[in-house]
């Protein structure tokens, strides 16, 4: 052989290994590169104001929740949330990102809580996280449909399939018809927040998931939903607890519209005290804080696993509530209104070393925000169109600046199409509460109704963040007025809500 020849053999010799070098360096870094892409705990809890949570300055001097504090500890709160204004509308708009107007073909169908809709109109997020290499669970209430997408949105289910078994629509802590991925359905007898605490448990330390693909897990309580059942081991607590009454739980409401007015579900007892039902406010109060204890518990032990498990510094926790939950202001005991008693949430993110620790965020945002955030940070393109915004640049910076108002509507039991032409009369309340759209840009919230001869409403939630004065009437605030009223028709139209041209006059 010649000389050239044996150079020629030797160098591609030498070029075939650094190739097999280089393709194995590109795999190391792709399974690298893979790794590190977050994991996802969305801690979802129902009818939980933010009241209830110990780290909220509006919270009761009283109320303990040491762990979801820790959380807050470890990462940042967010001032005033607004996820929704009832169940199942505030879990169709995080399964899909669209305000409940763009949810097409969610309908509700038979008996209370029955639904359906047809996954090739309202597909749900979760399946592509599953096609772009995650793993998807779900465990807890389910209400969006008897259709739960497991095997085409959720890898792991254990689910609470409420649309479907809606004779026990009510059982929100006991004997549960819970079915286990797709298959048997068994009745759950032990109280549903600790099962569900441990189910999470269990897929954090990799039960039912590829350990070597990240994941992302929405843990759906149904608590603190009535009947607000407490573990027994909460039922003494709070029991001297002080809860002073609000100021305008009774009629008349100065300055609020015409149905406000109307509102009344509170009785005066002998002594003046607020009543329902034949037990007093205090009472009733300390019941749903009581019961509050307990996903406090499972929240502390689920973080246990993910710091036990060495998973803490790649998963992003996120802790909200489908809406608030309204003890006695504006004479509610309810959710649904577009007062912050009623549907302010809770909400906290944490992640070590991407989230400041210890921040608050005073920016309002909305749960439709949550989607394209767990997007981007999982490095995914959106599907489609989303109506939210990616909070990253928040998460980063609570201060950064940020122009996106919040939006939020209430078209009652209708979605998508089904709302391009809002109802008039009797129709166009939802449980005593008209439709309405809400507008929330910094200080101030405004609501205009979609019912001909309502009043809209205007507040400064810095000087009245209790909401008991209505400034849409009083001239010096009518350019503040004009100017929100503008801002949530261009908003509307963003983000195509069908019924923007068909919106009753303004009074």
């Known amino acids: 052989m010649s000389h050239s020849h044996r150079f020629v053999r030797r160098f591609a010799a030498c070029f075939s290994f650094i190739l097999i070098v280089n393709s194995l360096a590109v795999v190391s870094l792709a399974a690298d590169v893979e790794a590190k892409r977050p994991n996802i705990l969305f801690i979802y809890t129902d009818d939980h104001s933010y009241r209830t949570v110990g780290c909220y300055p509006d919270s009761f001097d009283w109320v303990r929740t040491p762990a979801i504090d820790r959380l807050a500890q470890r990462g940042m709160r967010f001032d005033a949330a607004y996820i929704g204004t009832w169940c199942m509308p505030s879990r169709a708009s995080l399964l899909t990102g669209h305000h409940q107007f763009g949810v097409e073909s969610m309908r509700m169908e038979g008996d209370y809580p029955g639904s359906a809709y047809d996954p090739e109109q309202c597909p749900f997020w979760p399946s592509v996280f599953r096609q772009q290499g995650y793993v998807t669970g779900q465990i807890g209430k389910w209400h969006t449909g008897t259709d739960t997408g497991f095997?085409?949105?959720?890898?792991?289910?254990?689910?609470?399939?409420?649309?479907?078994?809606?004779?026990?629509?009510?059982?929100?802590?006991?004997?549960?018809?819970?079915?286990?991925?797709?298959?048997?359905?068994?009745?759950?007898?032990?109280?549903?927040?600790?099962?569900?605490?441990?189910?999470?448990?269990?897929?954090?330390?990799?039960?039912?998931?590829?350990?070597?693909?990240?994941?992302?897990?929405?843990?759906?309580?149904?608590?603190?939903?009535?009947?607000?059942?407490?573990?027994?081991?909460?039922?003494?607590?709070?029991?001297?607890?002080?809860?002073?009454?609000?100021?305008?739980?009774?009629?008349?409401?100065a300055g609020k519209p015409a149905w406000a007015q109307r509102i009344d579900n509170w009785t005066k007892g002998p002594g003046g005290e607020p009543m329902f039902r034949d037990r007093t406010l205090q009472s009733w109060v300390h019941q749903y804080h009581q019961a509050v204890r307990a996903i406090d518990e499972g929240v502390g032990r689920v973080l246990e696993a993910l710091d036990e498990t060495s998973q803490r510094e790649n998963t992003l926790v996120v802790l909200t509530a489908d809406q608030g939950f309204a003890w006695g202001q504006h004479g509610f005991r309810h959710k649904v209104a577009a007062y912050d008693s009623n549907i302010r949430a809770?909400?906290?993110?944490?992640?070590?070393?991407?989230?400041?620790?210890?921040?608050?965020?005073?920016?309002?945002?909305?749960?439709?925000?949550?989607?394209?955030?767990?997007?981007?940070?999982?490095?995914?393109?959106?599907?489609?169109?989303?109506?939210?915004?990616?909070?990253?640049?928040?998460?980063?910076?609570?201060?950064?600046?940020?122009?996106?108002?919040?939006?939020?509507?209430?078209?009652?039991?209708?979605?998508?199409?089904?709302?391009?032409?809002?109802?008039?009369?009797?129709?166009?309340?939802?449980?005593?509460?008209?439709?309405?759209?809400?507008?929330?840009?910094?200080?101030?919230?405004?609501?205009?109704?979609?019912?001909?001869?309502e009043q809209e409403e205007l507040y400064d939630l810095q000087n009245d963040p209790d909401e008991l004065e209505n400034l849409s009437a009083q001239p010096e605030h009518q350019q503040t007025l004009h100017r929100m009223r503008d801002s949530a028709i261009t908003e509307l139209r963003r983000t195509n809500a069908g019924f923007v041209d068909n919106l009753p006059p303004v009074e």
Request: net charge negative; glycine share 10%; with cysteine.
């Open 151 to 253: 095997g085409r949105d959720w890898d792991y289910q254990l689910v609470w399939n409420r649309p479907l078994h809606t004779s026990t629509a009510g059982h929100y802590y006991y004997d549960q018809p819970i079915t286990y991925h797709g298959g048997e359905t068994k009745i759950l007898e032990r109280y549903s927040t600790d099962q569900y605490s441990d189910w999470a448990i269990d897929f954090i330390r990799g039960e039912g998931r590829d350990p070597d693909k990240p994941w992302y897990l929405w843990l759906c309580y149904g608590a603190v939903h009535g009947p607000y059942t407490p573990a027994d081991r909460h039922l003494n607590e709070y029991a001297d607890a002080e809860v002073p009454t609000p100021a305008d739980i009774f009629p008349p409401r």
């Open 346 to 453: 809770p909400m906290i993110v944490s992640m070590p070393g991407r989230v400041p620790e210890g921040s608050v965020c005073r920016t309002p945002v909305g749960g439709i925000d949550l989607v394209p955030t767990f997007f981007g940070l999982a490095g995914i393109d959106v599907p489609w169109e989303m109506h939210g915004h990616d909070l990253q640049p928040l998460l980063s910076n609570p201060e950064a600046e940020w122009d996106h108002p919040v939006l939020l509507t209430n078209t009652g039991q209708q979605y998508g199409s089904n709302t391009n032409n809002p109802p008039t009369g009797e129709e166009a309340f939802f449980q005593n509460i008209p439709w309405y759209v809400m507008l929330r840009e910094q200080r101030y919230k405004y609501v205009r109704p979609m019912v001909a001869g």
